[in-house]
C-alpha cells in the first residue's frame, strides 16, 4: 500500500514558466514532508521541507504548498530553468516517532525546456 | 568537507556472491539509512540504524544484512539470498532532528550488477 503517491511520473514545461509538481498521502499521522531532487546516478539533495504546522514554506524560487485536509502537498518551481530538469521525490514522515523513518513517492521526472 | 561518502561507484559481481557496499558519513549523525532504487520504483528502505550496535528492518531487508560498529560506517552486504540484487543502493543519514528538522542526506550511490 503506497502511503505516498506522485501520480504524473513526468512533467514537461517551457524554460521561465511555473512547474508544479504534485504528492498526495493517505497516512494522516504524517506531520513532516520534503522535496528531493535527483539526477541520474546520483545521490537524491535536500530541496525544501513543510511542517504540518505551516501551510507553505519558500526558498527562492521554491514553495511547498501543503493542504492537510485533502492530503496534498506540491512545489512549485518559478521560474524554471533547464537546470531544474531532475528526478523530484516527494518524502513524508511522522515527527515524533521512533525512527525517523522517510516514505518517499515513486517520483516525477521533471523536464524544462529551453 | 564532511559528508556522506560511498564505494565503490560501480559494482559488478556473479550470482551467488555476497558483496559488501561502504558508506562512510563525517556529519557527526546519529542515524543511517540504506535505501534502494529501481526504476519506476522511487527509494525503499532496507534497513535503518539509529545508534551504534543497533540497527532495525526496513520494507525489504530480506537478502541483505547490515553492521554499525561505529558511529561513521554502516555497511550493507547483499548476499546471494537476495533475488534481484542488481539496483541502484544509496546510504543517507540524519541527525535525531533536534533543530525541527528531519532531512536525510544522502551519498553519491553505488550501482550494483550481478549477472
Known amino acids: 500500500d503506497q502511503q505516498v503517491k506522485q501520480n504524473s511520473p513526468s512533467l514537461s514545461v517551457q524554460e521561465g514558466r511555473i512547474s508544479i509538481l504534485n504528492c498526495d498521502y493517505t497516512n494522516s499521522m504524517f506531520d513532516y514532508f520534503l522535496w528531493y531532487k535527483k539526477y541520474p546516478a546520483e545521490g537524491p539533495t535536500f530541496l525544501i521541507s513543510?511542517?504540518?504546522?505551516?501551510d507553505k514554506n519558500e526558498d527562492g524560487r521554491f514553495t511547498v504548498f501543503l493542504n492537510k485536509s485533502a492530503k496534498h502537498l506540491s512545489l512549485h518551481i518559478v521560474p524554471s530553468q533547464p537546470g531544474d530538469s531532475a528526478v523530484y521525490f516527494c518524502a513524508a514522515s511522522v515527527r515524533g516517532g521512533s525512527n525517523y523513518k522517510l516514505t518517499f513517492g515513486k517520483g516525477t521526472l521533471l523536464t524544462v525546456n529551453p | 568537507d564532511g559528508g556522506i561518502t560511498q564505494s565503490p561507484k560501480y559494482l559488478f559481481r556473479k550470482e551467488g556472491q555476497n558483496v559488501t557496499l561502504s558508506c562512510e558519513q563525517n556529519l557527526n549523525h546519529d542515524a543511517m539509512y540504506w535505501y534502494r532504487q529501481d526504476p519506476g520504483q522511487g527509494l525503499r528502505l532496507i534497513y535503518y540504524?539509529?545508534?551504534?550496535?543497533?540497527?532495525q528492518k526496513g520494507d525489504i531487508a530480506e537478502g541483505y544484512s547490515v553492521s554499525r560498529e561505529k558511529k561513521e560506517s554502516f555497511p550493507l552486504t547483499v548476499t546471494s539470498a537476495q533475488k534481484n540484487p542488481t539496483a541502484f543502493y544509496l546510504c543517507a543519514s540524519s541527525s535525531f532532528g533536534t533543530s525541527g528538522s528531519y532531512e536525510q542526506y544522502f551519498g553519491p550511490g553505488t550501482r550494483l550488477t550481478v549477472t
Open positions: 513543510i511542517s504540518s504546522i505551516k
Open positions: 540504524s539509529q545508534i551504534v550496535n543497533d540497527f
